[in-house]
């Protein structure tokens, strides 16, 4: 059978469209009620309960997606099978715990049997459909309602916009929700420390700088010649200049050497400390590698020097190590 590419692709962009329009009347049309439901998120996480997500056929995956992403920004969060609650399940409800009921109609036989089941409970419920008037949303505590004019099916039945706009409504809880709570970077690895992401951000910079060989360090006596020579060795472009204390007195770099031979041919043979950054931008070795990332991005400095709890240099952050670490 031959397959026309071009019409293919046509028609895979309007299934886009129609999604992505969708997503666009959702927005469009939200109310001061999506306020409401924040407000609702955080009196239950705040007081120790859970949310609870609810639906059935297509909606179930949906269900399942935001319960994984509120429990990945440390919001407790569970699933309930509307069957299954008919059978003991209704047992994981407690009072004080909202649950949202997502169905397209709002009259989903399975749902409108929970409802009341759970209300009776004292569980808040949110019912999450785009018909206003129906049954469910009549009977729920709070209604959000997402806007799908038209399915991507072409024969206008698969659930495919409304379910699109049904998950975006439910992102846009928790991402507000997580921006409400001041959730971080740092908080959000807690939660991951499996995989490149969670290994990233929580990597400490003790764990990512250069020491040893690969980090140059003399006193700040030490001359011009003898900076670039322990620079070479340690194949970084800066030095860490230690005053008799041990402390950090400054930093040389092969920048700093570059702009000083314009002016003066006897460089190699004057102190490295005269042409030092004295009060260099440092990072303490126990704090996060997502601080020195944080660093870096605020401010025009190519290397970072590590200290310990003394002031004392211990190692060296190199900007280019940190896109092979996967942290930016």
């Known amino acids: 059978m031959h397959l026309d590419r071009k019409a293919l692709l046509e028609k895979a962009r309007h299934c886009f469209n129609l999604e992505a329009e969708a997503i666009r009347l959702t927005s469009d049309r939200l109310t001061d ?24 056929g297509k909606n179930v995956p949906v269900c399942q997606k935001l319960v994984g992403t509120f429990n990945s920004t440390g919001v407790p969060t569970t699933f309930l099978d509307p069957n299954q609650a008919l059978h003991g399940d209704l047992g994981l409800c407690v009072e004080g715990d909202v649950a949202f009921l997502i169905s397209n109609s709002g009259e989903t036989e399975e749902l409108l049997r929970v409802i009341a089941l759970v209300k009776r409970l004292g569980v808040t419920t949110v019912a999450i459909t785009q018909m206003r008037e129906s049954t469910l949303a009549r009977n729920s505590d709070h209604v959000l309602l997402y806007h799908a004019e038209r399915e991507a099916c072409p024969l206008g039945l698969a659930p495919t916009a409304s379910t699109t706009a049904a998950l975006a409504l439910g992102d846009a809880l928790a991402m507000v929700y997580l921006d409400v709570r001041g959730f971080s970077r740092e908080d959000f690895a807690r939660y991951h420390p499996a995989g ?6 929580l990597l400490r910079v003790s764990e990512i700088m250069r020491t040893g060989a690969r980090f140059a360090s003399l006193p700040d006596t030490a001359s011009v010649r003898d900076a670039l020579i322990a620079m070479t060795h340690a194949k970084c472009g800066t030095i860490a200049l230690t005053l008799p204390s041990g402390k950090l007195a400054g930093v040389f770099s092969d920048g700093d050497f570059r702009r000083a031979s314009l002016k003066d041919e006897y460089i190699l043979l004057r102190k490295a400390s005269d042409y030092m950054t004295c009060n260099p931008k440092t990072i303490a070795a126990n704090s996060l590698a997502v601080d020195a990332l944080k ?3 605020k401010s025009s400095v190519n290397d970072l020097i590590a200290i310990d709890a003394e002031g004392n240099p211990v190692g060296l952050v190199d900007g280019q190590d940190l896109p092979k670490l996967k942290i930016v």
């Open 33 to 56: 009620e999506f306020v409401t439901v924040i407000e609702v998120i955080q009196d239950a996480i705040v007081s120790k309960h859970k949310l609870i997500f609810t639906g059935v």
């Open 196 to 201: 490149s992401l969670g290994k990233a951000l």
């Open 295 to 297: 660093i870096f991005e």
